[in-house]
């Protein structure tokens, strides 16, 4: 068979982007309990809030250019498929938030305001494609330190004394108001492995997003042609 | 249209694996048996262990209520066959039954398999064509474990005692 980059930017788009942002979409509420069952928790209210600013920072820094996704160039097939990946990307931004972000608690919300204040200072920020996807991965690294490592530990059951010293005098600091629920090792490498397959996913959008559209294409051809 | 077969098949694709990932959070499996099982129900490949079930139907007709029970319920472990959990209420119901008084805590467990069995008929009635049965519809059954699991001045009646269990 031929390798043609088109047809490999066409498979990408359509099968390769949308089945993989959707397994973030089905990892990313996935939590695994001491017990050892599955919980699944579906995105909350908060995480479609960061999903929607994240949306319109991947527009702003052209990461996704609208344009050359959907438009009437394209077939109504090619439109279709475009937009379930789009869609796929929205939910897996939510999911991939739902991840790194506590399920309840005082954390939960100061892990919330942590990201909608970054989220929305970026808004006002200039950006290009590779910049972004650097700063999403400090976001998503730092945020998921925090909860997997570090509060992780701290809720962990058992453990040796220092731990759980530490853990009563953090539980007492904040006046109880932590409420961090234990779970089992597995959520935090179900967490990691969701986020490195979303940053991962990302990556074919930076490429995409260094070529042309053909109205850059056309607008460059005519600037050359009249030098 | 450049590709129209590679975007159709992505199209295809990508709303199957949408409707496993809302089918998963809807349904909220607690371990990869349960998925299998779910899978199986939603797909229509699902039945009752068919040895099982008649094992636990002679335990029925014997009087073994507890051991039916459980019998159905490994014969039934998705608890996804309408059958099994009537006779699984059925079996509480008779286990749970006491000439002075009945077991609300065995009642109220055969209401919530009663329900389960309402619920997976579409049409929301079952009718169970067993002779050695006295209510042959679930909707019998759910009033009378309902009616035992009321506290009514009648309770106090002494000739309750001659009552007859179904």
Not at chain 2, 37 to 47: F, L, V
Not at chain 2, 100 to 119: C, I, K, N, P, S
């Given at each position: 068979?031929?390798?043609?980059?088109?047809?490999?930017?066409?498979?990408?788009?359509?099968?390769?982007?949308?089945?993989?942002f959707l397994t973030v979409a089905l990892l990313g509420g996935m939590r695994v309990a001491v017990d050892r069952s599955f919980v699944f928790l579906p995105p909350p209210l908060v995480t479609l809030?960061?999903?929607?600013?994240?949306?319109?920072?991947?527009?702003?820094?052209?990461?996704?250019?609208?344009?050359?996704?959907?438009?009437?160039?394209?077939?109504?097939?090619?439109?279709?498929?475009?937009?379930?990946?789009?869609?796929?990307?929205?939910?897996?931004?939510?999911?991939?938030?739902?991840?790194?972000?506590?399920?309840?608690?005082?954390?939960?919300?100061?892990?919330?305001?942590?990201?909608?204040?970054?989220?929305?200072?970026?808004?006002?920020?200039?950006?290009?494609?590779?910049?972004?996807?650097?700063?999403?991965?400090?976001?998503?690294?730092?945020?998921?330190?925090?909860?997997?490592?570090?509060?992780?530990?701290?809720?962990?059951?058992?453990?040796?004394?220092?731990?759980?010293?530490?853990?009563?005098?953090?539980?007492?600091?904040?006046?109880?108001t932590l409420d961090i629920p234990a779970v089992a090792p597995a959520t935090g490498y179900i967490s990691f492995f969701t986020l490195a397959l979303y940053v991962m996913d990302l990556r074919p959008?930076?490429?995409?997003?260094?070529?042309?559209?053909?109205?850059?294409?056309?607008?460059?051809?005519?600037?050359?042609?009249?030098? | 249209?450049?590709?129209?077969?590679?975007?159709?098949?992505?199209?295809?694709?990508?709303?199957?694996?949408?409707?496993?990932?809302?089918?998963?959070?809807?349904?909220?499996?607690?371990?990869?048996?349960?998925?299998?099982?779910?899978?199986?129900?939603?797909?229509?490949?699902?039945?009752?262990?068919?040895?099982?079930?008649?094992?636990?139907?002679?335990l029925f007709h014997r009087g073994l209520f507890r051991a039916a029970r459980e019998e159905w319920e490994r014969a039934d472990p998705a608890r996804a066959d309408a059958r099994t959990q009537f006779?699984?209420?059925?079996?509480?119901?008779?286990?749970?039954?006491?000439?002075?008084?009945?077991?609300?805590?065995?009642?109220?467990?055969?209401?919530?398999?009663?329900?389960?069995?309402?619920?997976?008929?579409?049409?929301?009635?079952?009718?169970?064509?067993?002779?050695?049965?006295?209510?042959?519809?679930?909707?019998?059954?759910?009033?009378?474990?309902?009616?035992?699991?009321?506290?009514?001045?009648?309770?106090?009646?002494?000739?309750?005692?001659?009552?007859?269990?179904?």
């Open positions: 068979m031929k390798d043609d980059p088109a047809r490999r930017r066409a498979a990408a788009r359509a099968l390769l982007l949308p089945l993989v809030v960061m999903a929607a600013l994240l949306s319109s920072l991947f527009m702003r820094g052209r990461l996704v250019r609208l344009d050359t996704w959907l438009g009437s160039r394209h077939g109504v097939l090619t439109n279709i498929s475009h937009a379930l990946t789009l869609i796929a990307l929205f939910f897996a931004s939510a999911q991939a938030f739902n991840s790194v972000l506590p399920e309840q608690g005082l954390l939960h919300w100061m892990f919330a305001f942590f990201f909608l204040w970054t989220l929305w200072n970026d808004q006002f920020s200039a950006f290009d494609p590779f910049r972004l996807l650097r700063s999403l991965g400090v976001l998503f690294g730092t945020a998921f330190v925090l909860k997997h490592m570090v509060l992780g530990a701290l809720a962990a059951p058992g453990g040796s004394w220092t731990q759980r010293i530490a853990s009563a005098i953090f539980q007492g600091l904040s006046l109880g959008l930076l490429r995409e997003a260094r070529l042309l559209t053909p109205g850059e294409r056309r607008a460059l051809l005519k600037e050359l042609e009249e030098d | 249209m450049r590709y129209p077969l590679l975007h159709a098949t992505g199209i295809t694709a990508t709303l199957l694996y949408a409707g496993f990932v809302v089918w998963v959070y809807a349904t909220q499996p607690r371990t990869f048996k349960d998925v299998t099982e779910g899978a199986r129900i939603a797909s229509g490949a699902y039945k009752v262990d068919a040895a099982r079930y008649d094992t636990a139907l002679s006779y699984i209420a059925y079996a509480l119901y008779r286990e749970g039954w006491g000439r002075l008084y009945h077991d609300d805590a065995l009642y109220g467990q055969g209401l919530q398999a009663v329900d389960r069995a309402l619920a997976l008929v579409p049409a929301g009635s079952l009718i169970v064509d067993d002779p050695d049965l006295k209510m042959h519809s679930a909707a019998e059954l759910k009033a009378e474990l309902e009616k035992g699991r009321e506290k009514t001045w009648s309770d106090l009646n002494p000739l309750r005692v001659l009552e007859e269990r179904k």
